[in-house]
């Protein structure tokens, strides 16, 4: 047993936690984050530079990491920075691209690690907000035709990768040239770019025919990303909180010294170790037979403790917390919407107690 | 035991829902549902419609203007007119400063003061917590000092609701820093065009204006605008907060939050099927509905005994707490059974066929993460706690 973190991907975080203070201080952070384009998009050759895409990929093909650490020590930074690139669906397309076999796509993985092609993943319709089985967007003989909604970084993306329905039924993956896709964008309530995206026999390029089991990959990729986001941001958050804590005072001494705020800081702590735990046994199930059920899990307990950190957070705050000008009221926005991404607590719920557990598939 | 309203008060409810029916403009009504921000005219119509009625004052007494309403009636009002999406009252004026001053206030006073209340000439604000004291309200440092006939005040008041359309602000001051600090406390009215007084916007969590800071430098009041005596403030701003409590619980409003709920649900559908049928929804959804309907009885069984005894008591605490906490776990249904459409920031209008959701539900968001809100003000649901504990268990 070993829960230190490999010197490799501590000199990651520090390097990423150096550069994500200095570009997304708060007050800039903000200001990008709801002004359109709603992102720093200057600022993507930096971040690939970094490393923060290469380690989205194993050496095999061409990145310098791959595994569930790697992908957690990245968005953990990301999320105590509240950076508001779009990293996430950058990492479900190297998943994606990964699936679809080297041969064809070798030069795409390519320019999906080092930055210089910035993809959407376009999954999510309005009557199919979560399930993949869901999906009424459909390919046929090179185009699609559908409605996307609520799709991640999607203004200003390179390439979308699109799930749609073939003649056959099955589902499949398809690439769409952003700028043959007519996108409806909008800044998001917890900041970040997003859209619409309206396909009408969009010409489209034929990634995967049978797309289901990349999919479902890249999925349990995306909510082990967003489990870990939210881990730096609720740390953060709880930092900050309990600095409050010591030095507010209100009737002649600090409010850290009422029982009645030191318990639920206690209890919020405990929630914040067990979704740190969580995030962790999901990061070591990626790649076994366990991946997609422990990934679930931790998005279903992440989501938990996430809005329980947003609300005690400000309620322990008071009145300050409600402020636009206080960092907290931004961590506790993020920290809630994050649960709307690839599946909020119910859904995963209801996976976790349909995927068979771990003794079931031992047998 | 008998929980049915009696025929009067049937018959009530029938005339506010026909009232309503009639004068609350419809497009004042449009906004409330779809979350869009009031502009001072709108809340100057609607009550105004209400004045004409004589059912604007309703913590005043008959002679003094009211409709003299009982607690049932005025819950009975207040649940139809949520229903009905009603504005809330802007308080501030009517509700807080009418009846200190109808207690209070001198015959000069309240000869001014109180008509322009009800013609809404004056817009009044509330100018009680400052930076350093918000729970701790008596810890508040604004000064006055009494300078010939007038007094001089310095300081700062700030989450001040809606202090952007206030022309006049009523303030708890410091006046004697020598004493204890709920000795020290006076309460004084401020016409807002006074020299020296400066209004700053703050922005909430979720990007609207609705509270401000307000800075005084050396700002002349006439001694006159002293309410009770001097150094008695706290004694004004305790009966003013008792005032605070009337319809705490919120009924209406979750009764409207759950209505709007169910429709959502209804309308909602994920793989063809409605969210109203899936167990694991429709078990949260009728969860809180066990808790509101108790709610509701609880309330009824606490209106029922300020009915018989006169005023509310600190039991009246409780409600505050459930029916925050109920509003609150609504709002936040509201935003789960949307899903990814409840991200889009409100501001942003996405219309036609780029719409995501029906007008009514596109501010769910928002209105969950502003609904924090109601935890925090009117007295935190922590301090609410204390107050249960000390008061009504005697611990
Ligand atoms: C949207 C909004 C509108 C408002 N409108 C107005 C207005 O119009 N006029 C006005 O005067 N004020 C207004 N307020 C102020 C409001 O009344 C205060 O926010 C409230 O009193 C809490 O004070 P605070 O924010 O300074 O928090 P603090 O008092 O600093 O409290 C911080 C935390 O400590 C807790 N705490 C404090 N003391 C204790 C204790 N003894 N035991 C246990 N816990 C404790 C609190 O519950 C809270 O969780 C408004 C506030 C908001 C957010």
């Given amino acids: ?363 | 035991m008998d929980l049915s309203f009696t025929p009067e008060e049937e018959a009530f409810r029938a005339e506010v829902r026909s009232f309503l029916a009639e004068k609350l403009p419809a497009d004042i009504a449009e906004k409330v549902k779809t979350g869009k921000e009031l502009t001072k005219a709108d809340h100057e119509r609607w009550q105004a419609a209400l004045e004409e009625r004589h059912w604007y004052a309703t913590t005043w007494p008959k002679e003094a203007g009211g409709p003299g309403w009982t607690p049932v009636e005025r819950h009975i009002f207040d649940e139809e007119a949520a229903m009905a999406h009603a504005p809330r009252i802007v308080s501030f004026g009517v509700h807080m400063l009418g009846p200190v001053l109808l207690k209070f206030g001198t015959e000069a006073q309240k000869a001014h003061y109180l008509p322009k209340i009800l013609s809404q000439e004056h817009w009044w604000c509330q100018g009680y917590s400052e930076p350093g004291a918000g729970s701790d309200l008596a810890s508040l440092k604004t000064r006055a000092v009494k300078d010939g006939d007038t007094y001089v005040i310095n300081g700062q008041k700030t989450w001040t609701t809606l202090g952007q359309h206030a022309d006049h602000i009523f303030c708890l001051v410091r006046t004697d820093p020598a004493a204890k600090p709920q000795a020290g406390i006076s309460f004084l009215l401020v016409d807002m065009a006074t020299p020296g007084i400066e209004v700053r916007p703050i922005k909430l969590i979720e990007g609207g204006h609705e509270v401000n800071e307000v800075f005084f430098t050396d700002v002349r009041v006439p001694a006159d605008n002293l309410v009770g005596e001097e150094n008695r403030g706290w004694t004004v701003a305790k009966y003013l907060l008792t005032h605070e409590r009337t319809g705490i619980a919120g009924v209406g409003f979750s009764n409207e939050a759950l209505a709007r709920l169910k429709r959502l649900a209804r309308e909602t559908k994920r793989g063809g099927k409605r969210l109203i049928d899936n167990p694991l929804f429709a078990a949260r959804m009728a969860e809180i509905e066990i808790d509101l309907e108790a709610m509701k009885v609880t309330n009824l069984r606490l209106l029922y005994e300020a009915q018989k005894n006169g005023a509310p008591g600190p039991e009246t605490s409780m409600m505050k707490i459930k029916g925050t906490v109920i509003r609150q776990a609504l709002n936040d249904l509201a935003r789960r059974a949307l899903g990814p459409a409840a991200a889009p920031f409100p501001s942003e209008d996405i219309e036609g066929n780029a719409a995501l959701v029906a007008p009514e539900h596109a501010g769910a968001a928002a209105a969950y993460f502003n609904n924090r809100k109601i935890s925090i003000y009117g007295g935190s649901n922590e301090i609410q706690r204390n107050i249960l504990a000390k008061q009504v268990l005697g611990l």
Wanted: proline share 4%.
């Fill in chain 1, 1 to 363: 047993m070993d829960f230190e973190i490999a010197d490799d991907r501590r000199m990651l975080a520090d390097t990423l936690s150096r550069w994500l203070a200095e570009e997304y201080p708060f007050a800039l952070r903000t200001a990008a984050a709801y002004e359109a384009p709603f992102h720093r998009p200057d600022k993507w050759a930096d971040l690939a530079e970094l490393g923060a895409l290469m380690a989205l990929a194993p050496e095999s093909r061409g990145g310098f990491g791959g595994t569930g650490f790697d992908v957690t020590t990245v968005f953990e930074e990301i999320g105590r920075a509240l950076c508001p690139e779009p990293v996430l669906p950058q990492l479900m397309a190297v998943r994606l691209l990964m699936a679809s076999g080297v041969d064809v796509v070798g030069d795409e993985l390519a320019g999906a690690l080092d930055g210089t092609v910035r993809y959407a993943v376009a999954l999510g319709e309005l009557g199919a907000p979560y399930a993949l089985d869901d999906i009424e967007t459909r390919y046929a003989a090179g185009t699609v035709s559908g409605r996307k909604s609520v799709v991640y970084g999607a203004p200003g993306a390179d390439r979308i990768l699109v799930a749609a329905r073939g003649d056959d039924g099955r589902l499949a993956l398809a690439e769409v040239d952003g700028a043959a896709a007519e996108i409806a964008a909008y800044g998001m309530i917890d900041g970040g770019p997003a859209g619409e995206v309206f396909l009408d026999a969009a010409p489209a390029r034929l990634v995967l025919a049978d797309a289901a089991g990349a999919l479902q990959d890249a999925l349990d990729w995306g909510a082990l990303a967003l489990c870990a986001e939210a881990v730096g941001a609720m740390d953060h958050a709880f930092k900050v909180l309990i600095d409050y804590l010591k030095s507010r005072n209100q009737f002649g001494r600090a409010i850290g010294d009422f029982q009645a705020l030191q318990h639920r800081a206690v209890d919020l702590s405990i929630e914040i170790e067990q979704a740190r735990s969580i995030t962790i046994l999901a990061a070591s199930r990626m790649g076994t037979p366990a991946q997609s059920r422990t990934s679930s899990m931790a998005k279903n307990l992440i989501g938990r403790a996430a809005k329980m950190t947003a609300e005690e957070t400000i309620q322990m705050h008071g009145g300050i917390a409600m402020t636009w000008e206080y960092p907290i009221s931004h961590y506790a926005k993020r920290l809630i919407m994050l649960d709307a991404q690839l599946g909020d607590t119910d859904f995963h719920l209801e996976r976790v107690m349909r995927l068979a557990g771990p003794g079931d598939l031992a047998a």
